[in-house]
């Protein structure tokens, strides 16, 4: 399982059974913890090729975004392939987490809706502000200084806040751009079968019982 950056580090005791190198912006996030945190549906069927396991299409429908447009799109894609980046195994990007969280998008609330995109334009302005271009044109440093910073602040809490803290619309679109990641990530066929290792429900041709020789003598007392 992909090992998260210390700056983001859960209470969960380090029990991955896969290492891969170090995400900047994730956090350690053990299989045991993935599997609390998505529930049966992590065990769930996998859906039509091409689309996340997930998001509901017709057959031979192509695959096209329900609520964000094709520059919200872009931006989402990019950001959740840099909180969830390639490694030993494949990132947000190739298991179609940006499918996953424009679905989820398109099914939420009005006010939910207004603040994750709020949250991209929040993005949009900073980098604007501090590299004097949209975050999609910025390079791997810079985009990876912004992002550092969000995942900082997010962390934080209570004490004094990290030196030029961003905005608290920036945290909280962070905090909540990262949850929509992990639980698409951990929903898709690559999270479940590369990354979790599930191979699905098997049944058994023939079933031996125990082994032991001593317990086959033994009686209830």
Not at 150 to 165: D, K, N, V
Request: glycine fraction near 10%; include cysteine; aromatic fraction near 8%.
């Amino acid at each position: 399982m992909k090992e998260r950056d210390p700056s983001m580090a859960s209470a969960d005791s380090p029990e991955t059974s896969r290492r891969a190198p170090a995400s900047p912006l994730s956090t350690p996030l053990t299989r045991r913890r993935v599997l609390g945190l998505l529930g049966a549906s992590a065990a769930g069927a996998l859906g039509a090729p091409g689309v996340h396991p997930l998001v509901p299409v017709q057959e031979g429908e192509v695959w096209q975004p329900r609520f964000l447009d094709s520059r919200q799109h872009a931006l989402v894609e990019e950001l959740a392939e840099r909180i969830i980046p390639k490694t030993d195994t494949p990132g947000a990007r190739a298991a179609l987490v940006h499918q996953y969280i424009d679905w989820v998008l398109s099914e939420a609330t009005a006010e939910a809706q207004r603040a994750f995109v709020a949250g991209l334009e929040w993005i949009d302005a900073e980098s604007r502000s501090r590299f004097g271009k949209p975050f999609l044109d910025l390079g791997a440093a810079e985009g990876h200084d912004l992002l550092g910073r969000l995942a900082s602040a997010a962390e934080s809490s209570g004490g004094a806040p990290p030196a030029e803290a961003p905005g608290e619309v920036g945290v909280a679109f962070f905090r909540d751009l990262k949850r929509r990641t992990i639980h698409g990530y951990y929903r898709s066929e690559i999270g479940m079968l590369d990354e979790l290792g599930y191979e699905g429900n098997r049944y058994l041709s023939r079933f031996d019982g125990c082994q032991h020789p001593e317990h086959h003598a033994w009686q209830p007392a």
